[in-house]
Structure formats: structure tokens, C-alpha cells
């Protein structure tokens, strides 16, 4: 599933393109995804419209529209929205398109067909359903003392912490365990008996694991690719993650693995305590 890296990788791409180009069409070809495609909206409110910025908040990608609205969608856990020629031969599952002014089509292909595609008035955004119970953004800081005074009496597991949606967004069932391994706590510890010192570290660890992430291009585990077609390279780099019963980079110790809320978590014994 394309988490916080992967999408922002997506909106890079998607940025670098669309600013200043101009939608000439709106093809819905397959409505019934996670939430039905608005059709009527998007007829009304895409073609013609000049792209303002794209943006994202949490895994959703935001693109702001003159007119005062923004198509919102969600790559779910196979959708991909890629760049391409218009006369690139069409594949299966490519339920939304939309034509540019410059012969370059966007086309949201998405086989699981747990994504979303959404438009939203730009000035409601944040109150919409989709937003308005979305926790902090860990880009480009994280604040510690936020995280601490929210964990404070709490006994969920620090993993699933760290990754509530509601608390702070983007932290991936893999970015987490990468995490917590370069902080050195372990992902069962409660997150109300974690100190002061130790949320720091957490903290920076969080924002450098994501960043390197996007550096890379993301995590390409499945299929994930961004809107160039090109893959995620951070998978090489990962310590802990889908590693059970190989050896610690650290300690020399064995990695193992853990259920935890229907994930497997990923930890060194030795070096997370």
C-alpha cells in the first residue's frame, strides 16, 4: 500500500508537470471505486481549469484548480496516477483520465479499486470528511513535545501509536518499524512510558526515514511506481523490515517478527528495548 513517501514521490512528479497546464477533459471510465467518482463534478469543475498547485496532506494527493475547487484522490492500495503520452496504448484498470493541453493524459489506475478520486472546494478542504480528523504532518518536522503530550497515560503499543492516523499521518507499517529500530525501542514498549529524551529521538527518527525514503523514490514492495513509471529504491536500505531470522546490521543479533493489529512488525531484540 503507497504510503506518506510513496505519495509524495507521486506529488513531485505530478507537481514538476501539471503547474500552469491546463485540464482539456475528464473521462470516467469506471465510477465505482472506494467511494463512487463524482461524475458531474468533475465534468463541471475540471475541463478548462488551469492547474494552481498540487499538494498533499496525509496519502492523499490535492490538486487546487482555478475556480475554487481541488480533485482529491487516494492511490489506496494499488492506485497509481501516471503521466503518459495520449496515445499511449491504454491498460486494464485505468478508471479515470484526464486530458492535458500539452498531448499528456493523467490516468488513475487503480486494479484493487480501493482508491478515490474526489472533488472538494478548496476553501472547505480541511473541514472535509476526508481531512478533518487527520493528525499532525511529520513533514518537515515533527515535534516531540506534541507527540509526548498525546501518549501521555496512554498503553497502546508505541507502534500502533506512531502509526494512528489520527494522531500523526504518513507512518507506514514499514517506516515505523524502520523508526522505531534507528531509535532503539521496542515496538510493544506502551507509548505513556516513553521519556522525554527518547521522544526526541523518535521524532527525528520518523522525519529521517521518511525523508531518505522520498529520496529514493519510495518503497516499491509490490507495484508501486511513481507518476514517471519508475520504481522506489528504498526497500535496499531497510534494516529491519521483512528481514525475520536475518542477522542485526548492529548488534549481530537475529531480527525477529511479531503480530501486531493484524501487521507484522519487524524488531532486533538486542538493540530495542
Not at 12 to 26: C, D, I, T
Not at 96 to 114: A, T
Not at 146 to 175: C, W
Not at 215 to 240: I, K, W
Request: glycine content about 10%; some cysteine.
Amino acid at each position: 500500500m503507497p504510503e506518506l513517501p510513496e505519495v509524495e514521490v507521486t506529488r513531485r512528479g505530478l507537481e514538476a508537470s501539471l503547474v500552469g497546464r491546463r485540464f482539456e477533459s475528464v473521462d470516467v471510465r469506471f465510477p465505482l471505486l472506494r467511494e463512487p467518482v463524482p461524475v458531474e463534478l468533475l465534468e463541471a469543475h475540471v475541463p478548462g481549469r488551469e492547474v494552481l498547485a498540487v499538494r498533499r496532506r496525509a496519502k492523499y494527493l490535492i490538486v487546487d484548480l482555478e475556480g475554487g475547487w481541488s480533485l482529491v484522490v487516494h492511490l489506496g492500495m494499488s492506485g497509481r496516477l501516471e503521466l503518459v503520452e495520449t496515445d499511449r496504448e491504454s491498460k486494464p484498470h485505468e478508471h479515470v483520465v484526464f486530458g492535458l493541453d500539452d498531448r499528456q493524459e493523467m490516468r488513475f489506475r487503480d486494479p484493487r479499486r480501493f482508491g478515490l478520486v474526489q472533488m472538494v472546494p478548496t476553501a472547505g478542504l480541511e473541514e472535509d470528511r476526508h481531512f478533518a480528523h487527520l493528525g499532525v504532518e511529520p513533514l518537515p518536522q515533527l515535534e516531540a513535545e506534541t507527540l509526548r503530550s498525546l501518549a501521555a497515560g496512554r498503553k497502546a503499543p508505541i507502534k500502533s501509536f506512531v502509526m494512528d492516523g489520527r494522531i500523526v499521518v504518513g507512518v507506514g507499517n514499514i517506516y515505523a518499524c524502520e523508526s522505531l529500530f534507528r531509535s532503539g525501542i521496542h515496538p510493544r514498549r506502551a507509548a505513556g512510558r516513553i521519556g522525554a529524551e527518547r521522544w526526541e529521538l523518535l521524532a527525528e527518527e520518523i522525519v529521517a526515514v521518511l525523508e531518505e525514503a522520498i529520496e529514493q523514490g519510495g518503497t516499491t514492495l509490490n507495484d508501486f511506481a511513481a507518476a514517471s513509471g519508475e520504481p522506489g529504491y528504498f526497500q535496499v536500505s531497510l534494516s529491519v523490515y521483512g528481514r525475520e531470522g536475518e542477522t542485526c546490521e548492529r548488534c549481530a543479533g537475529t531480527i525477529r517478527r511479531i503480530v501486531q493489529s493484524n501487521r507484522s512488525t519487524f524488531y532486533c531484540p538486542g538493540c530495542q528495548r
